[in-house]
Each structure stands twice: as structure tokens, then as C-alpha cells.
């Protein structure tokens, strides 16, 4: 198809979810659009009225603009190619139907579920593939329509050459071919009268101008049935590019079980949109120079479809959360709370409303604790360190290494020395620990062991330079969790232990 301008279009149906792997596709058009000074399309496949449902459609669009994609035309924005909803096109699709008919290029098949069933069947057990006969193909058009008239119900199917070989260039699988005579006359409408996906997509993207169908190879197989289509209606062809699947890392379809797959859900597990948004444009594809990290701006300038990969695409968890670290790191501190700040409160460590003070707080913590994180929604976990503070979880070897000698002496000295200062902070606490040292003569882990245990009940974890000033500081606002400061954890470890 020659256009004066390249147009793409990212097709949906309103059926659940958006996906990884379609969430990839529309990212696909949208660079591809973008580079090219072209357009980009959203269009809603909305034919199937059983499991098509508007809320699906709110999400969609919701969950595309959350992921930072835009479209010059769609069922929100104004088009001179719209209605953008394949249902309120049934009037485009009924008279493109009515000139097939009328050219002898499509007909009535009065087949039923059950017959066409039991050709499907026949067809299995003879090892062949199942295809449609063709029986109701030569059947005169003035005696369809009486039988129309007589209330039967029928579908209309195209007419293809059930013969020889269909052969398209494809932009990422170069030359792919399909054997007619597998393919049969497939079904333009049902016999509801609704017009099937493949039949009326050929008509939306002839009639929409696209230019360049990209989409996923489990479409491939559709796209003979859709050349046929256009070729019957006498449509230039567009050009193809079939996108390779998404799997697992164990080269399984991407599912539920490998974790996350629905746009929304990286959203509430914590990942940043434009860190999916740089991920998603990794699968299947690589910059030329091997860089990882990429802006929307430089992803458009550096995507090219020819270096799009054939292979399967696999979705590597580890390497979003990479990612994420990247872009959550480089966050200003203040946008770095408040991303974070819905995490924290639906785990109840921080108030619904918040003032100055404690967004001030709240910026140290998330800026001191985000390095130890993957996403957002692991800092919860983080927090409790702070929140927390428990002793119950100490092992029998953390509990002995309390109960030393050592041990006793160093926190009874360190709870003294805390009732005599006003202020605890990092250096102060330097200067006590040389004092303990010295008026004990415990030293190196015996000193420092028995203080980690009674500030943090933790063996291991945040570094006390990091922790005191943030439990200090926090100890003195008001949260749903009193926060605990140190003088209150050692005075608390000591009851643990008497």
C-alpha cells in the first residue's frame, strides 16, 4: 500500500487485560510511528459482544497511557477515519459484504455447527488438516436467498482458490508462503450476523489508510485468510512485520506462573512505567551500540525494525528489576516519596494525610533504603526494619551472642550514656561506642555485635551510620507505628533478656 505518510495502528480487543506481549506490540507501532513522523492508531476490536466489555476498554486505555504511549487517532481522539470501535463500523462492513456477494466472491454456507463439526472430526482421524469442504459453494445465490427467506440461518464465506501457494514478504520473517489448499473459504460473518475478526480488520486497514501491520506471530496464520480478503476487495496489500512471542525463561508461553504479565499488575508490584516502557522495547529488539538504559526520545531515534530479532523474546524478571533500580535511583527525592508513599500506607507505616515533617522524614528513608530495593512495593519490607522492631525473630545463636558477658556489659554502659544526651546522631554514637570500648574492654564484634542486635534485632541489614539518625528523627512524629528510637530498642532488648 503506498501512502504519503507511514500509519500504524495498535488493535486491541476489549476482552481482559493488556498483556506483556500486547503491551509490547503497541510499543513496537508506537516507536516505529514516532520515528517516522507517521501515525499511530488506537483502534478497539470490539466484534465479539460476548466477552467485549467497556470496562475492559477504560483499562486498556488507562494502562497504554500509564505506560507513556499517545495516539494521533482512536476512540478518545478525534480521526477523520473513525468510528475507531469495530462496532460502530457495521454498516462499512455490511456493504462491503453485500459487493462481495453481488461479484460472486463470497457466499452462503447453511452448514451447522454440527456438520461442520463432524467434518473437523473426519478430517483428524484421517490425519489430514481440517478444512471446509465447500459444500454450500456452488449453491446458486437465488436459492440461498430463498432459503434466507425462509428463515435459515447461514454464514458467509469468501471464496479462495483452494489451490497453489500465497507468498508475502514479511519485514522481520522475510518470505513466508502458505499452502492454499489448508486454508479453505474462511468465514466473513457468522451466522448472527456478526462479521468475523479477519474479514473486518482487512476492511478497517484499508479503509483507516494503514500503511504497516505490526503485530505478533500468532497472527501470522491469519494473515493469508486477511491477504485473500484484501485481494477479493480489490485493496493494496500493507506491509507486514509478525513480532516473535513472548515466553519465559523456560521458553514456555509467558504466563501467570512466571509472574507478572498484566500491564497493570508491574504497576502494583511497584516497577515504574518508563522502566516496562524501556524493558518492553528491549523484547525482541537491540540498540546498535548495546546500550540498556534508553529514554522514550532515544528509543525512537535508535528503533529500527530491521534489527528486530525472529527469535522468541524472553522475558527476563531480573533484568526489569534492573531496570527499575535505574530509573527509581534517578529519581528527585521528593517524586521518589511519593511514589512511594502508597506502598507505605496500605502497609500502615505512614498516615493518610501527611505533613511537611514527615514527607521531610519520609525522603531520607525512601532515599537511604531504595538501594537495597528491587521495586516500590519492596520497600515495605524495607520499613519494617525501621517500623518493626522485634526481638521474636532472633535465632538461638543471635540470642547466646545477647547473653555474653560482653554483651550485657557494653548495652547496660550504652543504655546509661543515652540517658545522658540530649541528641543521638551517627557521630555521637561513634564517640559512645570508643567510650563503651573503653570502660569494658569489649571490642571489635563483641562490641559492635551485641549494638546491632539491640538497635535493629537484626544480624545483618541497613548500617547504623543509615538507621540511627532515620528511627531518631522518626521516633519524634507521629505515625500509625510509633517508631522506635534507640534509647527505647536497648531498654527493650534488656527487658527481653532479664
Not at 501515525?39 to 466489555?53: K, N, Q
Not at 477523520?80 to 457466499?107: D, N, V
Not at 514478504?169 to 473459504?185: I, N, P, Q
Not at 477479493?232 to 496489500?237: D, K, R, T, V
Request: glycine content about 6%; charged content about 25%.
Amino acid at each position: 500500500m503506498e501512502t504519503e505518510k507511514i500509519r500504524v495502528r495498535f488493535a486491541p480487543s476489549p476482552t481482559g487485560l493488556l498483556h506483556v506481549g500486547n503491551a509490547r506490540t503497541a510499543l513496537f507501532n508506537w516507536l516505529y510511528a514516532r520515528q517516522q513522523g507517521g501515525v499511530y492508531i488506537l483502534r478497539i476490536e470490539d466484534t465479539d459482544r460476548e466477552r467485549s466489555a467497556e470496562e475492559y476498554e477504560g483499562k486498556l486505555i488507562e494502562d497504554l497511557r500509564w505506560l507513556g504511549l499517545d495516539w494521533d487517532e482512536g476512540p478518545d481522539v478525534q480521526g477523520e477515519f473513525g468510528p475507531y470501535r469495530q462496532s460502530q463500523r457495521l454498516e462499512i462492513y455490511a456493504s462491503c459484504t453485500q459487493q462481495l456477494l453481488e461479484e460472486g466472491k463470497a457466499y452462503h454456507c447453511f452448514c451447522s455447527p454440527e456438520e461442520l463439526e463432524k467434518e473437523r472430526k473426519k478430517a483428524l482421524k484421517a490425519g489430514t488438516t481440517p478444512v471446509y469442504s465447500g459444500k454450500c459453494r456452488s449453491l446458486p445465490r437465488d436459492k440461498a436467498q430463498t432459503r434466507l427467506a425462509a428463515g435459515e440461518e447461514a454464514s458467509i464465506r469468501l471464496k479462495t482458490p483452494g489451490r497453489g501457494n500465497l507468498s508475502f514478504t514479511d519485514l522481520v520473517r522475510s518470505k513466508v508462503s502458505f499452502d492454499l489448499a489448508l486454508v479453505g473459504d474462511p468465514v466473513l460473518v457468522r451466522s448472527n450476523g456478526l462479521p468475523a475478526y479477519n474479514y473486518v480488520v482487512v476492511i478497517d486497514d484499508h479503509r483507516m489508510q494503514i500503511s504497516h501491520v505490526i503485530r505478533g506471530e500468532d497472527h501470522l496464520a491469519n494473515t493469508v485468510r486477511q491477504i485473500l480478503t484484501f485481494q477479493a476487495l480489490g485493496y493494496p496489500l500493507p506491509q507486514y512485520a509478525h513480532l516473535s512471542m513472548v515466553m519465559g525463561e523456560d521458553n514456555a508461553r509467558l504466563s501467570k506462573r512466571h509472574g507478572a504479565t498484566a500491564v497493570d499488575q508491574f504497576g502494583k508490584d511497584g516497577i515504574l512505567p518508563q522502566a516496562l516502557f524501556n524493558y518492553l522495547a528491549l523484547l525482541g529488539w537491540s540498540p546498535p551500540d548495546g546500550q540498556e538504559v534508553l529514554t522514550p526520545a532515544e528509543l525512537v531515534k535508535l528503533f529500527d525494525l530491521n534489527r528486530v530479532s525472529r527469535s522468541a523474546a524472553i522475558f527476563d524478571y531480573g533484568k526489569l528489576h534492573w531496570l527499575n533500580r535505574q530509573y527509581m535511583k534517578a529519581l528527585p527525592p521528593r517524586e521518589m516519596a511519593e511514589t512511594a508513599a502508597p506502598f507505605l500506607k496500605n502497609a500502615d507505616y505512614l498516615p493518610k494525610a501527611m505533613n511537611q515533617a514527615q514527607w521531610a522524614w519520609l525522603e531520607q528513608a525512601v532515599s537511604t533504603l531504595i538501594e537495597r530495593v528491587d521495586t516500590f512495593a519492596d520497600l515495605t519490607e524495607s520499613f519494617a526494619l525501621l517500623f518493626d522492631f522485634s526481638l521474636d525473630g532472633l535465632d538461638k545463636d543471635e540470642k547466646d551472642s545477647l547473653q555474653t558477658e560482653c554483651a550485657t556489659k557494653v548495652l547496660d554502659v550504652f543504655a546509661q550514656k543515652l540517658k545522658e544526651i540530649e541528641r543521638l546522631d551517627y557521630e555521637t554514637f561513634a564517640t559512645l561506642t570508643q567510650e563503651i570500648k573503653t570502660e569494658t574492654g569489649c571490642k571489635g564484634r563483641e562490641l559492635y555485635h551485641p549494638l546491632r542486635l539491640a538497635l535493629t534485632g537484626r544480624s545483618s541489614g541497613l548500617d547504623l551510620d543509615k538507621l540511627i539518625p532515620l528511627v531518631e528523627s522518626g521516633a519524634k512524629l507521629d505515625f500509625p507505628r510509633p517508631l522506635k528510637n534507640c534509647a527505647q530498642r536497648v531498654a527493650e532488648t534488656q527487658a527481653y533478656l532479664s
